[in-house]
């Protein structure tokens, strides 16, 4: 019984992970420098002075740069 529970537990982390990669929001990817559907923030810049930035990533970028969204990171 439990192998069936660790299994089941695993397709749910796999497609919640699915899930998070294709996600997002229309917008300029800052890596490979282009407009996707599928950004998310990885990345903010917070400054002193003056307002800060930040770079958005889309989802094949995530990947190939094994980015995570500020959102999924503890």
Same mark, same amino acid.
């Given at each position: 019984m #439990?192998?069936?529970t660790v299994? &089941? *537990?695993a397709q749910r982390m796999q497609s919640s992970s699915e899930d998070n990669n294709t996600? !997002?929001?229309y917008g300029w990817c800052s890596w490979h420098r282009a407009f996707s559907n599928t950004v #998310?923030? &990885? &990345?903010?810049? *917070?400054?002193?002075? !003056?307002?800060g930035h930040s770079l958005f990533a889309c989802?094949?970028? #995530? !990947?190939?740069? #094994?980015l995570v969204p500020l959102a999924d990171q503890p």
């Amino acid at each position: 019984m #439990r192998g069936i529970t660790v299994t &089941v *537990e695993a397709q749910r982390m796999q497609s919640s992970s699915e899930d998070n990669n294709t996600s !997002g929001s229309y917008g300029w990817c800052s890596w490979h420098r282009a407009f996707s559907n599928t950004v #998310r923030l &990885v &990345v903010a810049i *917070e400054q002193g002075s !003056g307002p800060g930035h930040s770079l958005f990533a889309c989802s094949n970028c #995530r !990947g190939i740069y #094994r980015l995570v969204p500020l959102a999924d990171q503890p």
